[in-house]
């Protein structure tokens, strides 16, 4: 019987790029939670509402909430090397391929539909109620969700590479 690294064909140059790419995007973003989950504030008016709220006010519940989204970024940044690092043979291609396309159909669908909302209301096919927040509102479309949107595109080429390679 063959081993796994026997029957992967290596990454092509794109496919490296944009995995390396989608690493960087989810470590980044991580970073920021954990800034966040240690007490940072930067930043935190582009967030808005009651997630700002209870950052500043260290309630232990989001305190908790910000800390296991952490692992759970950074465990999808280090997925998306999986797909191109000899280390990502150990899992089956099987599971690779489902986890990756759900997780490249979460983040594009959730920035997706987060800055179609925000952008229609920004630019005024949506009238906006008179109490949003502006500075929330710009943050998700321009930071936030769209950061979402660009990592889901960025595992999504990843995986196209990846679902290409015998």
């Excluded at 390396?20 to 995007?25: D, G, H, M, P």
Aim: net charge positive; with cysteine.
């Amino acid at each position: 019987m063959m081993s796994p690294s026997a029957t992967r064909a290596h990454p092509t140059r794109g496919q490296l790029r944009s995995a390396w790419a989608a690493f960087w995007c989810g470590l980044l973003f991580a970073i920021v939670n954990l800034y966040w989950t240690l007490g940072g504030t930067f930043a935190l008016e582009t967030v808005g509402g009651q997630l700002a709220r209870a950052v500043v006010e260290r309630n232990p519940a989001m305190m908790f909430v910000l800390a296991v989204t952490v692992l759970v970024k950074l465990g999808g940044a280090l997925f998306a090397l999986a797909l191109v690092q000899p280390w990502g043979n150990v899992f089956p291609r099987w599971l690779l391929l489902v986890c990756g396309w759900s997780g490249t159909a979460v983040l594009v669908g959730y920035g997706g539909v987060l800055v179609g909302a925000a952008a229609a209301l920004e630019i005024g096919v949506i009238p906006a109620p008179p109490e949003v927040d502006w500075t929330a509102l710009r943050g998700h479309l321009y930071v936030w969700d769209m950061w979402f949107l660009v990592w889901g595109v960025l595992l999504g080429l990843a995986m196209v590479g990846f679902t290409r390679r015998r």
